[in-house]
């Protein structure tokens, strides 16, 4: 409301402005925010299909290397002469040097060049149950080497087992920096049980490259079902902490999976991979968090630009309505100058326009306006040298009609619209009291005349007395003898409710009974006791002289006296009054339609 208020206290060019540029602001808003919600998912949705590209390409290089692994596993385990070998020595044979040299020449090194031909493998190895066998690198091993590795404490080693060193000899000949994995595999045959254990080996770095490409903004790891994690060794600890928020969103369902996760400042596109073979999952996550940041740093410039823009359109768009609304400051200053009593002024220049038109209309109104004092000047000076106007000793009805016309129209160009409707309800009051009817008029009328003096006795007052109708149609076509309403209504303000000196309410009220007619006028004054009432019902009723002083009911019984000369003795007024609650005036009369009377 105050801002509602605070606008319409605004110059009239502040407010073309105002909503000019508000109704600019609207689209260019919406639009603004529409364009840079789509550069923004514009910059997630490309980074999400990169991702899901990516993700597509380690998926189908992991396959390759999973099927390596496993097809050079099964190469180990159908060689008939290695199985024959290990199964001899299971029984405790013991092979001769010939034996060992011939199976060095072909098996071992029909299976060292099947894994030097691969170059995904780091290696393939075979353990023998024990150190019955006599070890050929980089194929054959005894059970003790077997047990330098990390994964052969477990209990059951068997399967996948991933990110160790391999400790198979001495860290002074052997690559320690390299982390493997490798599929652990029993060789079992049907007699002797396991004979034997195949370690088919590869890098980390080969099976997952997205852990150690180290990628800006990029990073991924490997999580097994277990809830081990394998990252890169300059992974820091926010990203440990990072994928234990990611985990628990997962959906378990095998296959690619991406989205998008913004949390603590950051804007994560996640990609996932759940790899069934290796029991695990592989994670790849991109930071764009400074692609977003970009789109914020062009969205905040466009805003910058924009409210620059806008600060200048204002005042072009100022500069542009004062001058249109140029003439209409004239025209306003002329008013104000007519405020004063100049009523000599004269608008110039008016154009063809709505504002050439209303300075127009204003000169002609301000031409008719000095005619009408004019002439009512004139007819004020026929009254008084008129004879039978100085017999009567009255003003010039038609004067007062029309100065209270030009007070009128004075007040509202003032503004004064409380003035002006004051000198209306003024008017209609002495229009109807000065000009005489013969015979009644209706009760819409009179109850007319009523309204016209409440709003003006309302004036007197600081507080407010409501006036509150309800008469039936049927009723308001009645007939009735002119001031016979509103002398009752003066009474109960008079008596009734001015010393109360609050905000009360005055009740007319219209009832049909058999073939009379009803009018009940009740105030929430002040009442009277019993006493008082029947002393007022003596007086009304002539029983008592109720000449001289005020509040005698000289008013009531002029009301009685007129009804009953107009329709008989068995009409006129009751009174019904309660100390410090109402009174009541019930007016009867005898239902008589007629037509309306002009005033």
Not at 364 to 374: A, F, G, V
Not at 511 to 538: K, W
Request: glycine share 6%; with cysteine; proline share 2%.
């Amino acid at each position: 409301m105050k801002l509602r208020e605070k606008f319409r206290d605004q110059k009239l060019n502040r407010k073309f402005t105002f909503v000019i540029v508000f109704f600019m602001l609207i689209p260019i808003g919406i639009s603004a925010v529409i364009l840079f919600y789509l550069m923004e998912k514009n910059v997630v949705d490309e980074n999400q299909n990169y991702m899901k590209y990516t993700m597509e390409r380690y998926q189908d290089s992991i396959e390759t290397n999973i099927n390596s692994i496993n097809m050079s596993t099964q190469f180990f385990l159908r060689d008939e002469s290695l199985v024959s070998v290990l199964n001899r020595v299971k029984e405790g044979e013991t092979l001769t040097t010939e034996e060992w040299l011939e199976l060095k020449k072909g098996t071992i090194s029909s299976l060292e060049r099947l894994v030097n031909n691969n170059p995904l493998l780091y290696g393939v190895r075979a353990y023998g149950v024990d150190d019955n066998v006599q070890e050929m690198m980089p194929i054959l091993y005894q059970a003790s080497r077997m047990k330098r590795q990390a994964w052969s404490e477990e209990e059951d080693y068997f399967g996948w087992h991933f990110n160790f060193t391999d400790n198979l000899f001495s860290s002074y000949t052997m690559n320690q920096k390299h982390k493997i994995l490798c599929l652990v595999t029993p060789m079992t045959d049907s007699e002797n049980g396991r004979i034997g254990t195949i370690e088919a080996v590869m890098t980390m770095e080969n099976m997952f490259p997205s852990i150690y490409e180290g990628i800006e903004n990029e990073w991924s790891c490997f999580v097994t079902e277990t809830g081990e994690s394998y990252f890169d060794e300059r992974a820091g600890a926010d990203k440990q902490q990072l994928l234990a928020q990611l985990l628990e969103t997962f959906d378990s369902k095998e296959g690619i999976h991406c989205f998008y996760f913004p949390t603590s400042g950051k804007n994560l596109i996640v990609t996932y991979l759940k790899i069934r073979e290796l029991g695990g999952t592989l994670v790849y996550v991109k930071d764009i968090t400074e692609n977003i940041l970009e789109v914020h740093r062009i969205r905040n410039q466009f805003m910058i630009a924009s409210s620059v823009c806008i600060i200048l359109l204002i005042f072009i768009i100022n500069h542009i309505v004062q001058h249109l609304l140029k003439q209409f400051y004239e025209i306003v200053s002329s008013i104000r100058k007519v405020q004063k009593g100049d009523l000599d002024v004269v608008i110039e220049h008016c154009g063809k326009d709505e504002m050439g038109e209303l300075g127009t209309q204003i000169n002609k109104m301000l031409e008719r306006i000095k005619q009408l004092m004019e002439d009512n000047l004139n007819r004020e000076r026929l009254a008084k040298n008129s004879e039978i106007r100085a017999l009567q000793n009255q003003i010039n009805a038609h004067f007062i009609y029309n100065v209270l016309e030009s007070i009128k129209m004075m007040a509202e160009i003032d503004g004064e619209y409380a003035i002006s409707d004051a000198v209306t309800a003024l008017g209609k009051l002495l229009r109807y009291s000065m000009k005489w009817v013969s015979g009644n008029v209706l009760v819409e009328q009179e109850l007319e005349y009523i309204k016209n003096y409440m709003a003006l006795i309302n004036l007197r007052f600081d507080y407010e007395i409501y006036l509150s109708l309800n008469i039936p149609d049927i009723i308001l076509k009645q007939e009735i003898p002119k001031m016979s309403l509103q002398p009752i209504v003066e009474n109960a303000i008079c008596h009734g409710i001015e010393q109360l000196a609050e905000d009360t309410n005055i009740y007319i009220k219209g009832l049909l009974e058999g073939e009379d007619c009803v009018i009940e006028i009740t105030d929430a004054g002040r009442g009277m006791t019993e006493e008082e009432v029947e002393t007022l019902r003596a007086k009304i009723e002539g029983e008592i002289d109720s000449s001289g002083g005020s509040g005698n009911g000289i008013g009531l019984k002029n009301v009685q006296d007129r009804i009953q000369i107009a329709f008989g003795e068995r009409y006129g007024i009751e009174i019904a009054s309660k100390l410090g609650c109402y009174t009541k005036i019930r007016v009867r009369i005898p239902l008589v339609c007629g037509e309306d009377t002009s005033l």
